[in-house]
């Protein structure tokens, strides 16, 4: 960590205890890795990964019943997308018959310290990275009749 001067003597007082846990060899080793271009080249292929995944999702919430409850944004945020669902079902609702199925929604609501905003109820953050595509029928399904 590089500190300004002023803050090296309160970061040694009081932070002293959060050493460096990552061994020169393994610094090295990274360094290494981003010099000869591997870094990049990993990147890249998460990215190509991770693009072929979403857009894999993206299509089967959009050609299934589904769609007709749902609404996509911010699908070009990363591993994760919002999911607005329109239903008249409450999110805590939505939340226990998910969590029956074995599918984690994580409601966007939970993401605020004082949440009193009612445009963002049932809208959920996606995060697309641990899903097996081989099991994207059935979650889909699973949704669907959550929602309806």
């Given at each position: ?114 949440f009193d905003n009612p445009t963002s109820t049932n809208t959920y953050v996606m995060n ?21």
């Amino acid at each position: 960590m590089i500190l300004p001067e002023p803050l090296t003597k309160k970061y040694y007082d009081t932070l002293f205890f959060y050493s460096c846990t990552v061994s020169n060899f393994e610094q090295y080793t990274l360094a290494k890795f981003m010099a000869n271009g591997s870094f990049e080249k990993h990147i890249n292929w998460l990215r190509n990964y991770y693009q072929v995944k979403r857009d894999a999702i993206l299509t089967t919430f959009k050609n299934s019943p589904l769609k007709n409850y749902i609404t996509i944004t911010e699908e070009e945020s990363g591993v994760h997308f919002l999911m607005h669902i329109n239903t008249k079902k409450s999110e805590d609702e939505l939340l226990l018959a998910a969590r029956a199925k074995k599918i984690k929604l994580a409601p966007l609501s939970a993401y605020y310290q004082n949440f009193d905003n009612p445009t963002s109820t049932n809208t959920y953050v996606m995060n697309y990275s641990s899903i097996d595509l081989r099991k994207l029928d059935e979650i889909t399904d699973s949704l669907y009749k959550i929602v309806k």
